[in-house]
C-alpha cells in the first residue's frame, strides 16, 4: 500500500511543489511587501483558527476508517463525523464574524483575516473528503482532486490580485476553490452517513483522540508561526513578508516531499497495525523511515547549498537577499519537522495516545517562543531562523523519547549513516562549482547534486535503494501490462 500510494500522490505533489514556487515567483512580485506580510499573518490565523475548531473530524476520519468491520458500524462513522462538522459550524461562524468586528486591526489585514476565516469550514469539508479517499486507499481520486484544487486556488488567487485584492488576494484562492470541491463532492460523502447512527460514545472516542491531535497541530502552528509574530512586534510587516517568502521557499519545497511521503505512508501504517499486528508495523514503519531519509536529507542539504540563485530566480528583489541568508537554517527545520510530523508522531496517533503527543509538541512550542523573544529584538529574522531550527531540533528529540513510551517505532540507524553519507559526497561536488547566478547556477548545482548523489547512494546501497528500484520497476511494469 505504501509504494502504491507514493507512486500515485507523486503527480499531484510535483503539481503542489510547481504551484508552491509559482507562487511565490508570482505573489512577491505582484503583491508589496506590506501585502505579503498581510498574507502571511492571515493564513496563520486562517490556520489556527482550522486546527482548533475542526481539525479532529478529519483525524478522526483518518484514524477510525480502517477500524470499521461492518456497513452499519461505517455508516455510523460517517454520520457523526458528519453531524458534528455542522454543529461546530452553526458555531463557529457567528464567533468568527464577531472575532473580525471587534479586532482592531487596520483596514487591508482585516479584510484578509476575513477572507482567511470565511475559508476554514470550507477547507475542513474539503479535508473531509480527501482523508476519507485516502483512508480508503483510492490513491487516484484523492490525487486528481488535490492536483485540480491547487491549480485552481493558485489561478483564482492570481486574478484576485489583478482586480486589486491585496494580501487578501491568495486567502481568496485558497477559500474559493476548495469551496467548490465541497459544493460537488460532499453530498455524494454524506449519503455514506444515510441511515447510520450518530453515536455520542463514538463522538466522545473520536474527540478524545482528535482534540489532542488538533491540540498539537495548534502548538506546531505557534511553532511555525511565533516567529512571524514576533518580527511584525519588534520590527515591522515588511520584515515578516520577507521572512515568510525565505521561509516558504524552504519549507514549502520541503513540506511538499514530506506530505507526499505522509500521505503514503500514514494510511499504510494504520492498515499495517489494524490488519497485521506489531510485527508488521515495525517492518512497514522501518523501510518508511528510510524511504524518508533517502529522499528528504539530500532535499534540504541542495537547498541550502542553491538558496542563491534560487531565491534570484523565484523571489522578487525587494525580498530575495533576506530569503537566501535564512533558506539554508529553514531548510533544517523543515527537515527535522517533517521527520517529527510524519514519522515521529505516527507512534501517538496508531496508539490513541494522542496526549502524549500533545505534550511532545509542547516543549519545542515554549522553546521557540522564548528563544524569538531572546534573538529576534538582537539578530532580526536571523535570529528568527536559528530560533526555529533550535526549536525542531529539540522537538524531535522530545518526540522520539515520548513516542518509545507509545509504540516504539525504529530508527534506521544504517539508512541514516548512508544517506547522510551520500548528501556530504553531494554537497563537496555541488560547493566546487561556480557561483554564474540565477538559473544558470541553480540548473548547474542542482544536475550535478542530483547526479551526484543518485550514484553515491546507489554504490552504498543508501536506505536499500536498490531493492526500492526494483519494486517500483516492477509496479510501472504492472502498470503498464494493465
Known amino acids: 500500500m505504501f509504494w502504491r500510494g507514493l507512486i500515485g500522490y507523486l503527480p499531484a505533489n510535483i503539481v503542489q511543489g510547481v504551484v508552491g514556487v509559482l507562487t511565490l515567483l508570482f505573489f512577491t512580485r505582484l ?20 486546527v482548533g475548531v475542526f481539525t479532529w473530524l ?58 482567511g476565516l470565511t475559508g476554514v469550514p470550507v477547507r475542513s469539508a474539503y479535508n473531509l473528503i480527501q482523508e476519507r479517499r485516502r483512508a480508503s486507499g483510492s490513491v487516484a481520486a484523492a490525487a486528481s482532486l488535490d492536483m485540480a484544487v491547487t491549480i485552481g486556488a493558485f489561478l483564482v488567487g492570481l486574478a484576485a490580485v489583478a482586480m486589486g485584492a491585496g494580501g487578501s488576494a491568495p486567502l481568496i484562492g485558497l477559500a474559493l476553490v476548495p469551496f ?10 454524506h449519503r455514506r452517513g444515510q441511515r447510520g447512527v450518530v453515536r455520542r460514545s463514538r463522538a466522545c472516542d473520536y474527540a478524545r483522540y482528535g482534540y489532542p491531535v488538533a491540540a498539537s497541530l495548534i502548538l506546531a502552528l505557534v511553532l511555525s508561526s511565533t516567529d512571524r509574530l514576533v518580527l511584525a512586534a519588534f520590527l515591522d510587516e515588511a520584515a515578516v513578508g520577507a521572512y515568510h517568502a525565505g521561509y516558504s521557499l524552504a519549507n514549502r519545497t ?13 494510511p499504510a501504517l494504520v492498515m499495517a497495525l489494524e490488519r497485521g499486528g506489531a510485527s508488521a508495523l515495525r517492518t512497514a514503519a522501518r523501510e518508511q523511515a528510510s524511504t524518508f531519509l533517502l529522499i528528504a536529507l539530500p532535499a534540504a542539504a541542495g537547498l541550502a547549498l542553491v538558496a542563491q540563485p534560487l531565491a534570484q530566480l523565484v523571489i522578487g528583489e525587494q525580498l530575495r537577499d533576506t530569503a537566501a541568508a535564512v533558506t539554508p537554517l529553514i531548510a533544517l527545520s523543515a527537515l527535522m519537522a517533517g521527520l517529527t510530523t510524519y514519522y515521529f508522531h505516527q507512534a501517538f496517533t496508531l496508539s490513541r495516545r494522542t496526549g502524549l ?12 517562543l522564548l528563544l524569538n523573544l531572546v534573538l529576534v529584538p538582537r539578530m532580526g529574522v536571523m535570529g528568527a531562523a536559528l530560533a526555529t531550527a533550535i526549536s525542531y531540533g529539540v522537538g524531535a528529540v522530545a518526540s522520539w523519547g515520548l513516542g518509545r513510551g507509545a509504540i516504539s517505532l525504529p530508527v534506521p540507524w544504517d539508512a ?30 542542482a544536475g550535478v547534486g542530483i547526479v551526484v548523489y543518485a550514484v553515491a547512494a546507489w554504490l552504498l546501497n543508501a536506505a536499500d535503494v536498490r531493492g526500492h528500484g526494483s519494486r517500483v520497476l516492477k509496479i510501472f511494469q504492472a502498470r503498464w501490462a494493465a
Open 31 to 50: 503583491l508589496s511587501a506590506e501585502q505579503f506580510g498581510q498574507y502571511a499573518l492571515a493564513f496563520s490565523i486562517m490556520s489556527i483558527a482550522h
Open 58 to 115: 478529519e483525524a478522526a476520519m483518518a484514524r477510525f476508517w480502517a477500524a470499521q468491520t461492518t456497513e452499519a458500524e461505517m455508516r455510523s462513522h460517517f454520520a457523526t463525523l458528519y453531524r458534528y462538522f455542522a454543529v461546530l459550524l452553526a458555531v463557529y461562524v457567528p464567533v468568527a464574524a464577531l472575532l473580525v468586528w471587534v479586532w482592531p486591526l487596520q483596514p487591508d489585514l482585516k479584510a484578509a483575516v476575513a477572507i
Open 180 to 189: 467548490m470541491a465541497a459544493l460537488i463532492f460532499t453530498p455524494g460523502e
Open 254 to 266: 520541503l513540506d511538499v516531499i514530506f506530505i507526499w511521503l505522509g500521505a503514503a505512508s500514514g
Open 357 to 368: 503527543l500533545l505534550q511532545a509538541m509542547a516543549i519545542p512550542a515554549a522553546v521557540n
Open 416 to 445: 541514516l549513516v548512508r544517506c547522510g553519507l551520500a548528501s556530504i559526497i553531494m554537497a563537496v561536488a555541488v560547493a566546487q562549482m561556480p557561483a554564474l547566478g540565477g538559473i544558470q547556477e541553480l540548473l548547474t548545482k
